[in-house]
């Protein structure tokens, strides 16, 4: 396979420097995020989002899902680039974070593009798919929440999404445990290995995996 140069650490951060432009409320949020939560290496990565945003800026998607909400970093990203009148349902799990996204999406001005579902997100879906007038009308469905879930987010979002509609996974690379042999747990990285491989050789999408952030693949609905 062809390759004309080796992405390292620091041609990566040159192309961050000079071309993230990260607005003041998302870096605000996340700030808040790294200073308050354990957990925040679950956001994702600015320069992810920032290209998340120009695609949906050049789509225009009127019915979005995120999988994954967390402190609702990229659900921020992501509705202030839709459509004023766009919707964008937003599955978590965990209610304890719905005050500290709420701040923002009402800073940002975007809480009416946002629709809130506490719950498990498979739970959710399966809500959704049983309205047969929801099937295969959503634009764009943005994954980023437990990896052992992906193939089973992978078989329900493809009924919800429209033909020519957009998926993107997030965590590909599962902090470079994909490429490893021997983990300190095998549990994570085997499933996302299996679930690289599953759509790898899933037909009806065509795709393409970027090392964007800790890896991310865009699923386009054939």
């Known amino acids: 396979m062809a390759r004309k140069y080796q992405i390292t650490e620091e041609l990566y951060n040159y192309a961050v420097e000079h071309s993230l432009k990260e607005p003041y409320i998302t870096v ?6 790294f200073a308050t939560e354990r957990a925040a290496r679950m956001v994702s990565s600015p320069e992810q989002m920032q290209f998340i945003s120009m695609l949906l800026k050049i789509l225009k998607p009127k019915k979005s899902i995120e999988i994954g909400v967390f402190t609702g970093y990229s659900t921020l990203w992501m509705a202030m680039a839709l459509p004023d009148d766009a919707k964008i349902i937003a599955c978590e799990y965990n209610g304890r974070y719905e005050p500290f996204a709420r701040k923002y999406w009402q800073k940002a001005g975007v809480e009416h593009k946002i629709d809130l579902r506490i719950a498990k997100a498979h739970d959710t879906l399966d809500a959704i798919l049983k309205n047969d007038n929801e099937l295969e009308t959503y634009d764009f469905i943005y994954i980023d929440a437990d990896k052992l879930g992906y193939i089973d987010y992978l078989d329900k979002c493809h009924k919800l999404l429209r033909q020519g509609g957009l998926m993107i996974f997030d965590n590909v690379f599962l902090f470079g445990e994909v490429t490893k042999t021997e983990h300190v747990n095998d549990v994570l990285p085997n499933a996302m290995k299996e679930f690289n491989k599953h759509l790898h050789k899933d037909e009806r999408f ?10 991310m693949t865009l699923a386009y609905k054939k």
């Not at 605000?28 to 995020?33: A, I, S």
């Not at 065509?206 to 890896?215: A, E, H, K, R, V």
């Open 28 to 33: 605000e949020l996340r700030d808040e995020t």
């Open 206 to 215: 065509d795709i393409s995996m970027l090392p964007l952030g800790d890896g």
